[in-house]
């Protein structure tokens, strides 16, 4: 809708209005020309056509060379724009698409990371555990035959054969060991002290002509004390 000024206050009413809503002045016919408006050349306001000098920055439009004295932004847009201020810790991107070459062969590796790499289970450990399972079950296998076997060598001896109970015996509690071990590796729970007590006592076994359980204990002692298991025991 069009609008004019007051030709006493200046102030802005619709085109057909005969009085005005501020002073009360009656409007006469001139009003209808001044509605024409013009844009200041120094701060960008809109006036009326007809009026001598700016009425925000007191510019003298019959002096103006129509240019603006000095670059000023449109306050109308700049009351527009959202101010953006970025926080300290912004990541600054790179000029180059790639970063320096000194920047990635010297960047620390992060607390996360080192964590995640610490507590990975690593693969010695998963041999042993599977080792001490494998060798475990065959020792309570072979405790059972040889109680069998000793028993009846017992009742062919009067009794006398019996003495060798001991052996089933101690076959059947260090594989019982075993295969909790071995378990316990299976599902990442190995601890330093069970492990390493099960591997000493497979090695023990030779002392019994059992050769499979003297590997599995020996493999089972170099593997935990390696340098890669023993920062996941201290790590965990």
């Excluded at 690593?122 to 405790?143: C, D, H, T």
């Amino acid at each position: 809708m069009n609008k004019k000024l007051c030709v006493n206050c200046r102030a802005e009413l619709d085109f057909d209005a005969s009085f005005c809503n501020e002073c009360g002045k009656v409007q006469n016919q001139m009003a209808n020309s001044q509605t024409q408006t013009k844009q200041c050349p120094k701060c960008f306001n809109t006036v009326n056509a007809n009026i001598p000098f700016c009425s925000k920055c007191g510019n003298n439009f019959s002096t103006s060379s129509g240019m603006p004295r000095e670059t000023k932004p449109n306050p109308r847009v700049e009351s527009q724009r959202m101010d953006f201020n970025p926080p300290s810790n912004f990541p600054v991107p790179y000029q180059n698409q790639n970063p320096p070459i000194q920047y990635i062969q010297q960047a620390p590796m992060n607390n996360y990371a080192q964590n995640q790499f610490s507590n990975a289970f690593p693969g010695n450990l998963q041999v042993v555990a599977i080792f001490q399972l494998v060798v475990g079950i065959l020792e309570v296998i072979g405790s059972v035959l040889g109680g069998f076997y000793v028993l009846i060598v017992g009742i062919f001896t009067f009794g006398i054969g019996l003495l060798l109970i001991f052996i089933p015996l101690i076959f059947l509690i260090v594989g019982i060991f075993s295969i909790i071990s071995g378990m316990n590796g299976i599902n990442k729970r190995t601890t330093y002290g069970f492990s390493m007590f099960v591997a000493i006592s497979q090695m023990c076994l030779l002392l019994m002509c059992d050769v499979l359980s003297f590997v599995s204990g020996l493999i089972g002692v170099i593997f935990l004390n390696n340098s890669e298991s023993k920062n996941y025991f201290r790590n965990n």
